[in-house]
């Protein structure tokens, strides 16, 4: 009989409307990395909460070392050595490294805080499996890399056994990327079982030992990492054969569509500027790609060009018009789209159903409504029409509440919205983040079609694979400026893995060097 | 029976019937209390509670008069819930209800005495006073964020001390004694009275007149409003999602001003209808009114829909006209308090429901099971399940299969 130390067999889970989980079976054998592979929507991160006692199954037992447990909360999951860092971390932000390591399993005295040893065993801890961190700093000051280690020390300092990675990688830069795989597999050679959850083939194809894969909350199978392949995978995931969109690099000499000049937007956390000075154009028929690490500004550039958050100084020219002081409406009717970067925040309201969804930039307009009553036959057919040409797929077609769609044709809903108003510009911020393989293939090949229709896609992306994949030219940005233009073509990950973590500059971009 | 229990309840259907389940669990938890009441007495009859139950629930069907009552108590009611229930589906907590009826009925009174204006006049009088106590915390609101509780609370005093300062300091309100209330309508300005469409006399009470089918109305419209035109579009896009109403270019700050006013003006005419029927006197009042703040939980037992409104003031008002039956069996505070505990389990309503789908989910599982075991098929795809069975067609085809 095989070693199993955690076994998930024939789990259901069902939420209103979806079964996220049918008789899915996951087996992980005793210290070895097992990928959890799948689409969104898949259910991987229902299984995993089923794991870690988020969610009841409605069906199905789960074994430790053979033996069946009971998980009904968080709680129980550490009792069994299960430990999960989470794709969004949960730290506290204003508490220190250590605070937060410790946090939920304090060791105390007569209830004191009993720190000098436990700040030895942190420590210790960080040796022996490499795991750099600050321990005094605050976790607001320092790194995504480094909140990561901090995620993992906290499962090492409980003493977990089985350590469940959900999606690590999306947040990393390439250097941080190939640091997080070396330390999973020091965790390995300790004895501790992973877990790694992830859509990012190439990853699972480096570090893993076994995957299993969902599809459509079924289990499809259990293969080893040395007996297959990419293509073999992403076809197990997706039901298909899938391609990459690749666009070979234009240079443009079209007419320019956005012009942003000298453009500064205060920053909401500290006095600096989140974004400092920075000019730039978009012309049509080109796919401009910002790239860089989360936060260096590219959020607050697009909330300043489309209206979301005010600017200090600076102007915006949408089609030869000056939109700087123009209301978001009045942006949008000027010609511009917006795929946001969160699309529940601001994308979808999630508890209108699609079709009202999709009309949220058109209900305003003439034969959507006749004297501020809505033409409902109007905005059903407009759904309709939508959903078909974009492939939107929900339980209960225009009237399904958005919320419970999968993130993938949540993200399609809001594309389709925006194309569909046949901007001449189209702003998409991380369109692709947490999807998988083939809604991002889908969601490549609607931009690219954008740019062949010859209209501005400013694009940007964490992934510096998609970055590449798409991009004509490419902006990186470092703590709110620009510090170089690039050719995807003559370029590489790993040069701009320079620029992003600001060890490099391009000489036009140096300040005072114009 | 077994095409019933197995038939998936729509959402709507759902709503209703734990909302029924919640009043039902309501009233047997407040006749508990009465049998507690009954036992702690020094001579208990185990039959008062069932006598003082029965007088409750049957008290307003006694008489047509008792009955007209029901109508009365519910209009301003409704209006408040109307009120209430509209903020909420901007995501607002209109807690000022109060204020604003409280100054609407004022003014009302001040435009129908004073100023001799007819009664839809001085209707409109309390609405617009009604709606500009509302647009105040709406523009904090929108312009500078400040929490609508606050402001709708610290207004609601502010309301009701204007009142009272306007009230002593007019004395032309007030010219037949007793001085400390506003004159009797009949007496100064009969043309103020809400009409009665000549069914006062023919059903012989005071309590009939035109208010309830303002109320009515005034639902109706509501739910028109939120339901079929752009502006309901916005308030609600504001209400379940401010950030992304913003991002699609929707004026939130506006659309927060507009829907404060309209609940403000809706709490405004609740005022009139209250005070313009003519029965009772507006005082100086050293406590707030509680009206506007019947309209929680009659918008709360609605879940915020204009025409559950309808329903739960209706349901309200009976049982505040029943509440008349405990009166002389209990003091006037037993009788608020069972009447409180009856409201508050009747609010549970968005438990029971969920208790039901979970219900419903289970029995689904414990099918999905038999099926397999009966057949080793695949599990249905989801659609299908919840599709086929619903229909007698589908129950039919299944007992085909199985007499096959």
């Known amino acids: ?514 | 029976m077994m095409a019933k229990s197995r038939k998936e309840l729509s959402e709507g259907t759902l709503n209703i019937i734990s909302s029924i389940i919640s009043i039902l669990g309501g009233l047997l938890i407040g006749f508990l209390i009465l049998i507690l009441l009954e036992i702690t007495k020094s001579e208990s009859t185990i039959s008062t509670p069932f006598t003082v139950m029965r007088n409750f629930l049957t008290y307003p069907l006694q008489d047509s008069g008792k009955f007209i009552k029901v109508f009365y108590n519910a209009a301003p009611l409704i209006l408040c819930g109307l009120a209430v229930g509209f903020a909420f589906k901007a995501g607002l907590f209109n807690i000022g209800a109060t204020g604003q009826y409280t100054l609407g009925a004022f003014f009302a009174l001040v435009a129908a005495i004073l100023w001799q204006f007819p009664w839809w006049a001085a209707m409109l009088v309390g609405m617009v006073v009604g709606a500009f106590w509302g647009f105040i915390p709406g523009f904090f609101k929108a312009v500078f964020n400040i929490n609508e509780v606050i402001t709708t609370i610290m207004l609601n005093w502010a309301a009701l001390n204007l009142a009272n300062l306007l009230l002593y300091n007019m004395p032309k309100l007030r010219i037949i004694p007793p001085y400390n209330r506003v004159d009797k309508l009949i007496a100064r300005n009969p043309s103020a009275l809400l009409p009665d469409l000549g069914l006062k006399e023919l059903l012989g009470t005071d309590f009939f007149n035109i208010g309830i089918i303002i109320a009515i109305v005034l639902a109706v419209v509501m739910f028109i409003v939120l339901n079929k035109t752009t502006f309901g579009y916005e308030v609600k896009a504001c209400g379940f999602n401010k950030n992304a109403s913003t991002y699609a270019g929707i004026k939130a700050k506006r659309t927060i001003i507009m829907t404060m006013v309209i609940s403000g003006a809706l709490a405004g005419i609740a005022g009139g209808v209250s005070f313009l029927a003519g029965t009772i006197q507006f005082n100086i009042e050293s406590n707030l009114l509680a009206m506007g703040f019947n309209g929680i939980p009659v918008a709360l037992l609605a879940n915020s829909h204009p025409l559950g409104i309808i329903a739960s003031g209706l349901f309200i008002g009976y049982m505040q006209v029943g509440g008349q039956a405990f009166e002389g069996v209990y003091s006037s505070e037993m009788t608020n308090v069972i009447l409180s505990v009856i409201i508050y389990f009747s609010a549970f309503a968005l438990i029971v429901s969920q208790v039901i789908k979970n219900i419903q989910k289970k029995n689904r599982l414990k099918r999905g099971e038999s099926d397999e075991d009966g057949s080793e098929s695949v599990s249905v795809p989801e659609t299908d399940d919840s599709e086929s069975e619903d229909s007698p067609e589908g129950a039919n085809a299944k007992t085909m299969e199985v007499s096959k």
């Open chain 1, 1 to 514: 009989m095989e070693d199993y130390i955690i076994e998930m067999e024939n789990i259901r889970k069902e939420f209103p409307g979806v079964v996220a989980n049918d008789d899915v079976t996951l087996r992980v054998r005793r210290g070895e990395i097992h990928a959890l592979l799948g689409e969104n929507g898949a259910g991987k991160s229902t299984l995993m909460s089923v794991l870690f006692g988020l969610y009841r199954p409605d069906l199905g037992v789960i074994k430790k070392n053979g033996e069946v447990v009971n998980i009904s909360n968080p709680n129980d999951a550490n009792d069994l050595g299960i430990g999960m860092v989470h794709q969004h971390f949960k730290l506290v932000e204003v508490f220190t490294v250590l605070e937060n390591i410790i946090l939920g399993a304090e060791p105390t005295k007569y209830g004191f805080l009993t720190m000098a040893e436990t700040r030895k065993k942190v420590l210790d801890l960080s040796e022996k499996f490499n795991l750099r961190v600050d321990i005094d700093a605050k976790i607001e000051d320092i790194s995504v890399g480094m909140q990561q280690r901090v995620e993992i020390l906290k499962m090492l300092y409980r003493e977990n056994e089985i350590l469940i990675f959900d999606e690590p990688t999306a947040v990393l830069t390439p250097q941080e990327i190939d640091e997080l795989m070396k330390i999973m597999k020091e965790l390995i050679k300790e004895g501790k079982s992973i877990l790694f959850i992830s859509h990012k083939l190439n990853e699972i194809m480096s570090v893993c030992d076994r995957v299993s894969v969902l599809r459509k909350g079924k289990y499809i199978g259990t293969v080893n990492v040395a007996d297959t392949n990419t293509d073999a995978l992403s076809e197990m995931m997706v039901g298909r054969k899938v391609e990459t969109i690749k666009v070979t690099p234009k240079q443009i000499k079209g007419q320019s569509i956005l012009k942003v000049e000298n453009l500064i937007v205060p920053s909401k956390l500290h006095k600096n500027n989140a974004v400092n000075n920075v000019s730039f154009e978009v012309k049509a028929g080109e796919i401009l790609c910002i790239a860089g690490i989360e936060g260096n500004g590219q959020s607050e550039l697009v909330y300043g060009i489309t209206g979301l958050e005010k600017t200090t100084s600076g102007t915006i020219t949408l089609n030869d018009t000056d939109i700087t002081g123009m209301s978001i409406r009045e942006r949008n009717l000027t010609g511009m789209s917006h795929i946001p970067e969160d699309r529940h925040k601001f994308g979808l309201v999630l508890d209108f159903n699609l079709a009202d969804n999709l009309m949220l930039k058109k209900y305003f307009q003439k034969g959507y409504h006749s004297y501020g009553f809505i033409n409902k036959d109007r905005v059903l057919k407009h759904s309709k029409e939508l959903i078909k040409k974009f492939d939107i797929r929900s339980g209960r077609g225009s009237y399904t509440t958005t919320r419970s769609m999968s993130g993938g044709n949540q993200q399609k809903a809001i594309i389709a919205r925006e194309i569909d108003c046949e901007s001449e510009l189209l702003i998409a911020v991380q369109p692709t983040r947490g999807l998988d393989v083939g809604a991002i293939e889908n969601i490549h090949r609607m931009l690219v079609e954008q740019r062949d229709n010859n209209k501005a896609v400013l694009l940007v992306s964490l992934e510096l694979e998609e970055v590449f994949d798409i991009s004509d030219r490419i902006l990186v940005m470092y703590n709110g400026e620009f510090v170089a233009e690039l050719n995807p073509r003559k370029t590489t990950p790993q040069e701009i893995g320079l620029y992003m973590v600001g060890s490099k500059r391009q000489p036009q971009f140096v300040k005072g060097g114009e």
